[in-house]
Every structure is written in C-alpha cells, then in structure tokens.
C-alpha cells in the first residue's frame, strides 16, 4: 500500500491571501486542498481548539474532508484569536492509537511586533503516536517549533542544541521501531542545521530539502 502524507500549517485558518476571510476562520480552503489531493494521513500545525467549548478546527476538517480518525493536541493560547488555543492536528484514514504530547523547554523570550505590539514567546512541542495501517503501524511525530527568528535568536545557537537533542532521541527511538513519519514546522528552513544526527543515522530522509514549503 502506498500512502499519501501531508503536513500543513493552518495558521487558525485565517493566514494567507487565497483564504484570508478578513480576520476571520474560514476551512472551506483547507477543505477543498485535502478533498482534491486525498491525503492518508494529516498532520496540522496551529489548528485552533477551544477548549472544549466549540467544534476545533481538527475535529472540523475530520468531518469536511472525511476522515474517520482525528486527535487535537492544544499547545498554547493562540496568538491569533483571543478566544482560542493553537494545537497540534492529526487526521487519518486508519485508526490513531498512543499519542502522547511532549512540551520543549520555553527559553522565555520577549520581543515587539511589528505594531510596536509586546510579543512573548509561546509554548511549543510535539505529539508522538501511530497509526494502524492493514497489518502494519506507521509511527508519527507531528510538532511545531519555536519562531525564533522572530525573536531575534537563531535555532542553531548553542543554547538551544538541548531541545533539538530531545527532539532527535525521541525521532530515533520511534524510527527504530519501523515505518516512522515526522511532520514539523522547524521555522528553519535546513532540516540538517537542526536535526543533521537523525538524517545522518538514515533513519528518515528530508522530504523538502531544496523544496520551498512556503507559501
């Protein structure tokens, strides 16, 4: 069987000049890209929950784009909406089973926006998980990473090596156990500068490299 992965960076469903609804949530978008492209297995980035309160944007485009599965893995308060968390989204096909979500250490830093607006830094992390395909398992690891640049900080300043150590144990573990899948939004475009001991061992292979993945 072959698969057919995706990952995308919804930004709360509201980013971007082709889907832009003046402010305000829309996945009609987001829906019509994964019912033409048909993807097994999806993996979100700021996809805004609430808490239980309302439908999450997940759990919504489980439903617009037919998949059966799905899990919300809320990270921070939303950046985007007052009235929303950003999480981790995962749609699928097959069955989801032991997701787990794992917090990098926030280093706390603080800046301006460009609206002169205070900016501080929010928490960010990983889910680690799997999938029942058939008779096999393919194991995820779906993240967001800290924007630094933002911050004026580079991912590859020494002071930050501990989160991406903690971020390639944890890939090597689940990609020694088979068939693994990681599906991250660095904020860095050279996955080698950051996780070079995970592609270096040929566990995984960068599906982007040379590839923009913006916009």
């Known amino acids: 069987m072959v698969l057919k992965l995706a990952t995308w960076n919804i930004g709360g469903g509201m980013l971007g000049r082709s889907h832009q609804r003046a402010g305000s949530p829309s996945l009609d978008y987001y829906a019509s890209v994964l019912n033409t492209n048909l993807p097994d297995v999806v993996c979100l980035q700021e996809a805004h929950d609430y808490d239980g309160l309302r439908e999450g944007q997940t759990e919504r485009l489980a439903a617009l784009a037919s998949y059966p599965y799905f899990a919300s893995f809320p990270v921070s308060e939303s950046h985007l909406a007052a009235d929303a968390n950003v999480a981790l989204g995962v749609l699928s096909r097959f069955p989801i089973r032991d997701f787990t979500y794992r917090q990098f250490p926030n280093p706390k830093l603080e800046g301006v926006g460009p ?69 991250m939004d660095l904020n860095h475009g050279r996955v080698a500068d950051l996780l070079g001991e995970v592609l270096r061992s040929g566990s995984y292979f960068s599906a982007f490299d040379g590839t923009p993945t913006t916009p």
């Open 115 to 183: 609206n002169d607006e205070s900016w501080q830094l929010h928490d960010k992390g990983y889910a680690v998980g799997f999938t029942e395909v058939g008779d096999r398992t393919l194991d995820l690891v779906t993240g967001h990473c800290f924007p630094l640049h933002r911050f004026g900080a580079s991912p590859v300043e020494p002071r930050f090596a501990p989160m991406w150590q903690m971020l390639a144990q944890d890939l090597l573990t689940v990609g020694g156990t088979g068939e693994a899948w990681a599906a």
